[in-house]
């Protein structure tokens, strides 16, 4: 991990770690349970968005909610939201007919766990209970319009959705990296640019604080997973929880593909450079550059 | 179809088509096209949305809404939003890994015109799409909670997916009228109460209202899902627009199957009869009584 200066530095995993304890008790409660009709698709919706992660999204929520003075009570629904999302494309980008893939956070995926429809209805379920959610869970007001606008813009087909798309049809296609740019501010990096906008809309932040959330969200996205991308090509299966190098095997475009490793690395820490640059001025306690020095450095 | 008194009908066919017309010109205007960035995705979604039916949901929202005097503007969103979540379903249905079907509407299904990827990302997208159109077409208020939370109660595991899982879990097992009424109640019934449900809470309409509603729209789904479990029995699949006879040969508890065509006729006549009864007090016009007598009476 790349030191800047030598100001003392908040602590990003322990705050990472804190608020995985938190989303993971909120998840619990508002999740429904395997005694609820029909079980079978509960146990399958909580073996995936209860399954061991870093819980990125929510921590983001609460990381940029925080530090632009929301409300903490505002943040659960806003980050409960963001990781059904995320746990809803885990099911269904690991399907036979997206990426096929057995192993997920350690664990058999959804359809090996259960069966390949219970997965595709679980993904469906958990979509829509991220929205649900939103509604059900804010309080009555004017902050749930622009929240689920923003979550519905990132997870559909100018954001995530759209990301996947362009992922499986740039398979064993040219390297380009505007073409890998592109997919990875989708597929990823709109939803993590999401979880910052949520956190700064929660606490009802001015025009300028969105700008600079926005851009910081997008340049950690990106520094995330650049990241991701090199952990495929040099960690084992062990260590990720899923299965490793599946990138180059099925000719997926990756940043270091493109540029090589050292040049990948090198990306990642300029993102997460860049990140920590334009939310400086929001960033009091020093935990979102923090976050951001984090994203590009982890081993996991 | 039946005639329970000599008065003047509302015209429900006319009304129907009339509101067919007008959720497909809403829809055109707010799905994304195929020229607009991922491409394949687009028309994937606008294959399925804005294929021909009946679109008996939306109908369902303009009708109730404006039985009930709400604000003919505040109509088109949620109306939108319940075909995108239909069209969504359908797709997702069709795919091998469900009911595995070639034909819906009269031409391909969606894996079948695409591939089973892009029918995945598409239904996830419809999905998406219709809670985003809420918070982002309806005014800043206070309907968008209460119509959001409604669409997602209707359309998750309580509502529309739960019945999916059901219908899936029932085939091939006992014969059980309480079994089959569970499924249809959720399978197609959520969402066409939540149609009714919608129109009210768009028309800002009282406790008794929307009682009153939530049991017309209940009954007239019944009445709905029996008349189609006979049709599926008694059909040519040139009618229908898909494969018939389908749910027999794959073993699915349908009514029918269960008291026979005969009692299955009469029991969807006595739902709509029901329907038209809890109905009236708001039911000036007759169109929503008509609408009932129209569900159970149709040939296609």
């Not at 990132?154 to 380009?176: C, S, W, Y």
């Not at 095997?249 to 997460?272: F, I, M, N, S, Y």
């Amino acid at each position: 991990m790349q030191r800047q200066n030598d100001a003392p530095r908040a602590d990003a995993p322990g705050f990472v770690a804190l608020s995985a304890r938190r989303i993971d008790a909120v998840l619990e409660r508002w999740l429904p349970t395997a005694a609820d009709v029909p079980g079978r698709i509960h146990a399958s919706m909580r073996w995936s968005a209860l399954a061991p992660g870093k819980r990125l999204r929510p921590s983001l929520v609460y990381a940029t909610g925080q530090a632009l003075g929301a409300d903490d009570a505002l943040l659960d629904a806003p980050a409960a939201a963001l990781e059904l999302i995320h746990a809803f494309s885990l099911v269904h980008d690991d399907l036979p007919a997206m990426d096929d893939d057995d192993l997920r956070r350690g664990r058999p995926t959804n359809h090996r766990q259960f069966d390949e429809a219970t997965a595709i209805l679980a993904g469906d379920a958990l979509c829509c209970l991220a929205f649900e959610l939103l509604a059900r869970e804010m309080p009555a007001g004017d902050l749930v319009q622009p929240l689920i606008a923003a979550l519905g813009e990132a997870t559909g087909t100018r954001g995530m959705i759209g990301g996947q798309v362009l992922d499986l049809l740039a398979e064993n296609g040219p390297k380009d990296l505007e073409v890998v740019r592109a997919i990875h501010l989708r597929k990823t990096g709109a939803l993590i640019r999401a979880a910052c906008c949520m956190g700064a809309i929660a606490a009802r932040a001015d025009r300028s604080a969105l700008a600079a959330v926005t851009r910081y969200g997008e340049h950690l996205g990106l520094a995330f997973q650049i990241t991701d991308d090199i952990l495929d090509e040099t960690s084992t299966a062990e260590q990720l929880g899923k299965a490793t190098r599946k990138d180059m095997e099925r000719g997926k475009l990756t940043w270091p593909a493109v540029v090589g490793l050292e040049a990948a690395r090198r990306d990642a820490h300029q993102c997460a450079d860049e990140a920590r640059r334009v939310i400086a001025p929001y960033d009091g306690g020093g935990l979102l550059g923090a976050l951001a020095d984090w994203v590009s450095g982890r081993d996991h």
